[in-house]
């Protein structure tokens, strides 16, 4: 079983419909769980992050992370043709003591995104 | 603030060709250095980290290695490619306080 598994889609919407990416993990050690956008041929950005559980907003964004069912999810409210990219999870657990330091991240298989006019 | 250039964008290479790919960071120090490669599919494939200079660990055994020989310039190569390296390479730096992956813009490797 791979430690974060992510709905590998495709996924195509009409524009202005609501999004929802998501992605399960079995390392009950990840603390940071971030979302990044990958345009065709370029490196992924960083999209948004949140530490621990809850709810992140920013933007047509949000993040949410439910720590007690090992699940992530990211919405995109109101999605446009320029949200059209692969989208992938990430998580990363502290290494050493004091939880302080963290090494590697972890990354789902990415899910493709194309919003149509 | 900081930034991480990678060159170069595209590369095509002869099989059994050398290969040098050259990442470098500005503005921080000492920061943790990745290569990832992303084949056809979509994940991301850890090849290297090193968490300092001259500090190398390798992840998948394969044609390719790296080395830091400053602290903030990784480099990944191979004494003779072969077609299996082809691919878009990554690199990328961490933020250590929170475990955020920072990335350049890709090389995509061709080898012909």
């Known amino acids: 079983q791979k430690e974060v598994e992510q709905d590998p889609g495709p996924l195509s919407v009409p524009e202005g419909a609501i999004v929802s990416l998501n992605c399960t993990y079995s390392n009950s050690a990840f603390q940071y769980f971030m979302w990044y956008r990958q345009y065709s041929r370029k490196g992924p950005e960083l999209l948004m992050y949140t530490y621990s559980s809850g709810n992140k907003e920013d933007g047509r964004f949000t993040a949410q992370v439910d720590k007690s069912s090992k699940y992530i999810s990211l919405f995109i409210r109101d999605s446009q043709p320029s949200d059209s990219a692969t989208y992938l999870c990430?998580?990363?657990?502290?290494?050493?003591?004091?939880?302080?330091?963290?090494?590697?991240?972890?990354f789902g298989q990415g899910t493709i995104l194309t919003v149509h006019p | 603030s900081q930034t991480i250039h990678q060159w170069p964008a595209t590369l095509v290479q002869p099989v059994g060709s050398p290969l040098s790919l050259e990442c470098t960071v500005e503005?921080?120090?000492?920061?943790?250095l990745y290569w990832y490669r992303q084949a056809a599919g979509r994940g991301l494939q850890l090849l290297f980290y090193s968490v300092g200079i001259g500090q190398i660990s390798s992840e998948v055994p394969q044609n390719l290695s790296a080395s830091r020989p400053q602290d903030r310039q990784f480099i990944l190569s191979s004494k003779k490619l072969l077609l299996s390296d082809s691919g878009f390479y990554l690199c990328?730096?961490?933020?250590?306080?929170?475990?955020?992956?920072?990335f350049g813009q890709g090389t995509r490797l061709t080898v012909v």
């Open positions: 503005g921080t120090s000492n920061p943790n």
């Open positions: 990430a998580m990363s657990a502290s290494i050493g003591a004091g939880g302080t330091s963290y090494g590697k991240l972890t």
């Open positions: 990328a730096w961490l933020r250590r306080r929170q475990g955020l992956a920072f």
